[in-house]
């Protein structure tokens, strides 16, 4: 197991920068600088940001938000996230055609201090067969401005976020997460505590947060800008209300404002010894022995009571991840008598997912449903390539089959491409023939020394 990607503070794109602010932050800092708007963080404000501010907080950050290159920048990035209209039916095609005149007047609206955001649309995805998740869709110009809020806030609490944390952070992410859970239980860590918050996006208390916030800004407008955004009107059909806890997802500033919630969690763990791993809510707690296993979820219990959130107690147990039955899953992967499986709800998700592309009524070649299959094969693989090598060999017969019963119906025969005489007339050698990406090839190609 390869180790987690060691990122560090680098200044390669600023040329003057004193060296001592470099060195300090090459052996302080775990982020790199490179992705920055250079618009927003100038040599001068990197510069501050290494040697730190008078009081540890930052003034006269509105500016910098409603700055027309930060908000053409922030526009940018809207524009190539894409995403559906608000409740001003103001798509993104529509705010392209006039896009200058839109900026000019986010930038005097939130100069003048006259900007108040548009209600948000919510509506409900689907998650599993019996749930949805709801998700809350801004208008284009209120993504707009979080994300330029987002462009000058985000360096301030990176600096002090912790290597423990690795959700919705610049140049870390979910395999970054996962090598170093492995890593740590390679090591003996075989307790773990795997913990779940009830709600965390729609519980976070508002008060708490802006106190959180406040420790870093003193900018009354910039803040006052947050907290219009936090208390945004929800507009759900005919209902509207305003939130009066959370942050409410699908907004551009959630993850941000949800990591510098959970960034004391992070300290107070980090302080009294313990190794945790998180991403944005979910995170585990992994530890030598059920003691200290233990005395670590009671720490934890602590901090989520005094904080205004709520452990789901049904979600959060402790287990020794080497015994049957009492694993834990994490980030799509299930760890249990020490192997990484992939977790059933991940594995349902992918079947369905070749369901809906080999339905049996689908007319397209044999071909042509297999260039459209690969990618989604590939991609999946490339994520789950860590998991045990029999789920690969299970789900590439899972796949052969379903496209066995599409070329059965094309010969207007009934059935599900199980039997020998399929498996005969449409061996694996045909379906590899026509290209058909199979992950237990993979998996082995890349096991074997290069």
């Known amino acids: 197991m390869s180790m987690p990607v060691q990122l560090e503070f680098d200044f390669k794109f600023v040329s003057s920068v004193p060296q001592v602010a470099k060195q300090e932050a090459e052996t302080c800092s775990p982020v790199r600088w490179e992705w920055v708007e250079a618009s927003v963080w100038t040599e001068r404000m990197l510069a501050a940001l290494v040697n730190g501010v008078k009081g540890g907080k930052w003034y006269s950050l509105i500016d910098k938000v409603y700055d027309p290159r930060t908000l053409k920048a922030a526009w940018k990035k809207v524009a190539s996230n894409k995403g559906a209209a608000g409740v001003d039916k103001i798509s993104i095609k529509r705010f392209q055609s006039n896009a200058q005149l839109y900026l000019e007047e986010l930038e005097m609206d939130l100069r003048n201090g006259v900007f108040r955001p548009s209600p948000v649309k919510r509506v409900h995805i689907p998650k599993d067969r019996k749930k949805t998740r709801p998700l809350g869709i801004p208008t284009v110009k209120d993504r707009i401005i979080q994300t330029a809020l987002k462009m000058v806030l985000e360096p301030i609490f990176e600096k002090e976020f912790l290597k423990t944390s690795y959700g919705f952070r610049p140049g870390r992410g979910c395999k970054d997460a996962l090598r170093k859970v492995d890593l740590l239980l390679r090591e003996g860590y075989t307790w773990v505590v795997d913990a779940d918050v ?73 302080q009294n010894g313990y190794k945790m791993i998180r991403y944005a809510d979910d995170w585990v707690v992994l530890c030598r022995s059920i003691e200290e296993a233990k005395a670590a979820l009671s720490l934890m219990q602590s901090w989520i009571d005094q904080n205004g959130l709520q452990l789901s107690l049904e979600k959060t147990h402790i287990g020794n991840w080497l015994e049957k039955g009492h694993g834990f899953e994490f980030l799509g992967y299930r760890f249990e008598e020490g192997r990484r499986r992939v977790r059933s709800k991940s594995l349902k998700k992918f079947k369905d997912k070749i369901r809906l592309k080999t339905r049996r009524t689908r007319g397209d070649s044999i071909e042509k449903i297999i260039s459209d299959l690969n990618p989604t094969i590939k991609g999946w693989f490339e994520y789950f390539k860590h998991a045990h090598h029999y789920t690969f060999s299970s789900l590439d017969g899972f796949i ?32 590899a023939e026509r290209g058909l990406f199979t992950m237990y090839k993979a998996y082995v190609t890349a096991r074997q020394p290069r």
């Open 198 to 270: 009830k709600s965390y996006f729609d519980t976070i208390p508002h008060n708490l947060l802006m106190d959180r916030i406040r420790e870093k800004v003193s900018d009354r407008k910039t803040l006052n800008l947050i907290e219009l955004f936090l208390k945004q009107e929800i507009m759900e059909g005919m209902k509207c209300w305003n939130p009066i806890s959370g942050t409410p997802q699908g907004a551009v500033l959630s993850p941000l404002l949800s990591n510098v919630y959970l960034h004391q969690l992070d300290l107070t763990l980090h």
């Open 400 to 431: 052969r089959r379903r496209l066995r019963a599409v070329l059965r119906k094309q010969k207007k025969r009934p059935g599900s491409g199980k039997t020998d005489r399929d498996h005969r007339q449409w061996p694996n050698v045909f379906f």
